[in-house]
């Protein structure tokens, strides 16, 4: 008997329940009845879509529902196809057999979801939006999906070999905490061009510099590689009107002009190692 998407997500987190820590004070968690109490006495049920909400704060984010189903169906199109082989290689190259992967900042979860049967190890999503997550865990039975804040992860001290932070904000104390030593971060940062063809036909668009995305990155993290990955993807009018919902370039902003034939993918992808010393 095939058993359903909430017992699933139930059994996969139970099963790696030294994972997480309560968002509250911090305890580790136990299972019960239709989700999990840590030892302080708090309480979280695992929603009926399979995921686990563990942010305290109020929901207030810009990206709805739209800009992740649109990123979803940029995915689905192999927009993103080099950036996740290259990923996968780089976490490869880990000594680690059964690797703990952290999305931070996974938003609708395409990406982890595409690492799935490649690594044999838990595979953890988290972000701050409820929309985002929601969709995850519809879509995607790969990970355990978590709402949370990048700002006080809701993980256990050094329980990840490797932390994915793609085109999202970094926080790197908190990396530092759940990271193992000897694990790697995998930042993906966009490049000058990156989505140019879209800037170019915004009211108002500026230049993109990520001269200041770069110098924290290469403040907090000892670099240890670093790739460049600069390509075209074909455009219909399909696949144009989600890249245009799925980016933030265009919340409250209007795209004018015909579509283009070819757009641009501009990103740095960087392997870096975080200094345990401080």
Not at 81 to 88: F, G
Not at 173 to 194: H, N, S
Request: charged share 25%.
């Amino acid at each position: 008997m095939q058993i359903s998407k909430k017992e699933e997500a139930l059994r996969r987190f139970a099963g790696n329940l030294e994972l997480f820590r309560c968002p509250i004070c911090q305890e580790s968690f136990r299972r019960h009845e239709e989700g999990f109490r840590c030892l302080g006495g708090h309480h979280f049920d695992l929603a009926r879509s399979g995921y686990l909400n563990l942010y305290m704060g109020s929901q207030s984010s810009i990206y709805d529902r739209s800009l992740f189903a649109a990123r979803q169906q940029v995915f689905m199109r192999g927009v993103y196809d080099p950036l996740i082989a290259e990923a996968a290689s780089l976490i490869q190259s880990q000594s680690a057999a059964h690797p703990v992967i952290l999305d931070a900042g996974c938003g609708e979860g395409s990406f982890l979801a595409r690492l799935q049967g490649r690594f044999s190890g838990p595979l953890i999503g988290v972000d701050i939006s409820k929309d985002g997550i929601r969709l995850a865990a519809a879509s995607y039975r790969s990970a355990m999906w978590c709402v949370g804040d990048l700002a006080s992860l809701p993980l256990a001290d050094s329980c990840t070999d490797v932390i994915l932070n793609v085109l999202s904000p970094a926080n790197y104390g908190e990396f530092q905490r759940v990271l193992k030593p000897g694990g790697m971060v995998i930042k993906v940062v966009p490049g000058p061009a990156y989505l140019q063809e879209i800037r170019e036909r915004l009211q108002g668009s500026e230049d993109y510099s990520n001269d200041e995305v770069l110098s924290l990155l290469e403040e907090r993290l000892e670099i240890v590689q670093q790739k460049s990955l600069y390509y075209r993807v074909p455009v219909d009018q399909g696949l144009w009107k989600a890249l245009v919902e799925m980016t933030p370039l265009t919340q409250h902003r209007r795209v004018e002009g015909l579509p283009p034939k070819t757009l641009t993918v501009d990103l740095l992808v960087v392997k870096g190692m975080l200094d345990f010393s401080r």
